[in-house]
């Protein structure tokens, strides 16, 4: 399973860093995304990265290129996406995800995180 955490209420131009924390596998073996739902809006893929060819493979949507960083310790079977420069529309709620057959940005992904709330606000 999943664990995900590292939500909370920030200003716009903040920071937070979530974590996903897996149990019973070795997240290192496995694609892992991160994707949002904003109100009213549909789940969205923000960022995966994909080692199973080697080497890291990124995918960064165009919304959060150069302000959101995935990343992972295998050490600690988990993984991390540091979010930079909050803005408002970044407020929704975030899920983690892995899969052992390359990365996707849709939701076609074996396991989730349970979601962790991000509001940006003043």
């Known amino acids: 399973q999943l664990q995900a955490s590292g939500g909370g209420s920030v200003q716009p131009g903040g920071t937070l860093r979530l974590s996903c924390t897996a149990s019973?596998?070795?997240?290192?073996?496995?694609?892992v995304a991160w994707f949002r739902r904003a109100p009213g809006k549909e789940r969205e893929a923000v960022s995966c990265?994909?080692?199973?060819?080697?080497?890291?493979?990124?995918f960064y949507a165009d919304s959060v290129k150069g302000r959101f960083t995935l990343s992972r310790d295998n050490a600690k079977n988990t993984a991390y996406l540091q979010m930079n420069s909050l803005k408002f529309e970044d407020t929704a709620v975030y899920y983690c995800?892995?899969?052992?057959?390359?990365?996707?940005?849709?939701?076609?992904?074996?396991?989730w995180g349970q979601g962790t709330e991000v509001t940006v606000s003043s």
């Open positions: 995800a892995a899969r052992n057959r390359g990365w996707s940005t849709r939701p076609d992904y074996d396991y």
């Open positions: 019973g596998f070795s997240l290192g073996d496995y694609a």
């Open positions: 990265i994909d080692d199973s060819d080697g080497y890291s493979q990124f």
